[in-house]
């Protein structure tokens, strides 16, 4: 059956509270304050459904979020300008099934017009060599290696320049043609303030 990538909806907040936590060392815990704030925040929030049910998902955004993720800080002292994989989450069942490429295919059509990088990061402890092995096939290459505070966990950095954005910036700038496909998610503030408030005339 087909994988179908959407935005995510709020009453699936608590489903996908619990594939994350569900997830395993590789991911770190979430609560439901935190997931909220990404729901609210995170420019890219998709979810995966596959058979009509929850398959994953993803959570991404640009350099300039307000983000207090020490590995989000660790390239935005680097790097200017780049978009950054947050977490990925693929439910168990659904693991080599094709959820991660087709996650990773739909974030990289998001970020290629609008940065010039995309970034991500793969904790080193236990047996991760599939996860790097996977990133490693997307064009994913290790730029450096951070120990997250209060956890000890070593992590390896890892960019991949997106060779579209380029033309992309240079064509359109900011002003990216109105098509579904290259829409940015609408956040739900925005949802709220484009309402009728019953006060227009």
Partial sequence: ????????QEHELDSVLALNNAAGPAILPLDAARLRYFFETAEYFRVAERDGTLAGFLIGMGSHADHDSSNFRWFRERHPNFFYIDRIVVASRRRGGGVGRAFYADAQ?????????????????????????????????????????????????????????????????????HVPWAAARELPVQQLSARPTGTGH
Avoid at 1 to 8: A, E, K, L, Q
Avoid at 117 to 146: K, M, W
Wanted: hydrophobic fraction near 40%; charged fraction near 15%.
């Fill in 109 to 177: 059509s998001y970020a290629e017009l609008r940065y010039p990088h995309i970034a991500c990061e793969v904790f080193l402890e236990g047996t991760n060599d599939p996860v790097l092995l996977f990133h490693g096939s997307f064009g994913f290459r290790e730029v450096g290696q951070h120990v997250m505070p209060g956890t000890g966990i070593r992590a390896a950095m890892l960019m991949k320049e997106l060779c579209s954005y380029p033309w992309v910036n240079e064509t359109y700038g900011h002003n990216l043609p």
């Fill in 1 to 8: 059956m087909s994988i179908v990538v959407r935005d995510v």
